[in-house]
């Protein structure tokens, strides 16, 4: 799904892998930080490294720190818990979470934009979800609230139902997966958890009215985006069926 291994050894070699493949996320370990290099990309863009810095993983889960990577460059840093103890699933989801994490940034800001804030936490917890099977009963119990409450909410926020803007979530998953990697559709459903391939072009063509391609173009990812966003802020029924 997410292509062959690459390793580098030092900042400036992640810098130009980094601008060789954009979207991709770094796996890195915690002693990153000890490793020196003649130059380090940073924000005075030396290499072009904040242009295209990948998201940082850190793996694995320790108390080590690497703090001035944030500091320095343009990067995010997400630590996945539970690493240490061989929580091989928490990296995957990880991974998935970070592909091509502007999009994801760029799509919930232009929702964030047409919603009241108090609906940001909703959707960003929603789409941090969806790159894994989930209920509304798992949405509610991370907010400490009971479904109804859940769906009281989201209609107080004037955004669509939890269980619609679950299917968004999904659909937005699949398609910015597909059109990063250009692999099938059928191992981008798997990567992502659907129990079969069936259940992922129906829900593709109950939202999107058309199933999907590893051919997309950029102006199909904007048509996908354009759909999620009138569906988040103008809600419409697209859930149902089996994720």
Known sequence: MIGPVVIASNWEELGTLAAAHPGSPAIVDPELNGISAHSTPGRDERSGYPQYAPPLIEYPCSDAQIASAA??????????????????????????????AERVHRLLACAEARTPPAASPVLRLIFRRA??????????????????????????????????????????????????????????????????????????????????????????????????????????????GRA
Request: hydrophobic share 45%.
């Open 71 to 100: 500091d320095e460059m343009a990067v995010s840093v997400t630590r996945v818990k539970q690493c240490d103890t061989g929580d091989i699933r928490a990296l995957e989801l990880a991974i998935l979470q970070n592909i091509d």
């Open 131 to 240: 790159v894994e099977p989930c209920l509304v009963a798992d949405l509610a119990a991370d907010f400490g609230v009971t479904r109804r409450s859940l769906q009281r909410r989201c209609r107080r926020l004037g955004i669509a139902f939890p269980k619609d803007l679950l299917a968004l979530a999904r659909v937005f998953a699949v398609a910015r997966l597909l059109h990063w990697s250009k692999r099938p559709l059928s191992a981008v459903a798997f990567a992502l958890g659907f129990s079969n391939d069936a259940n992922c072009y129906r829900l593709l063509r109950r939202v999107l009215g058309n199933t999907l391609s590893r051919d997309m173009t950029s102006d199909d990812m904007d048509r996908v985006e354009e759909v999620i966003l009138r569906g988040i802020v103008a809600p419409a029924r697209v859930a149902g």
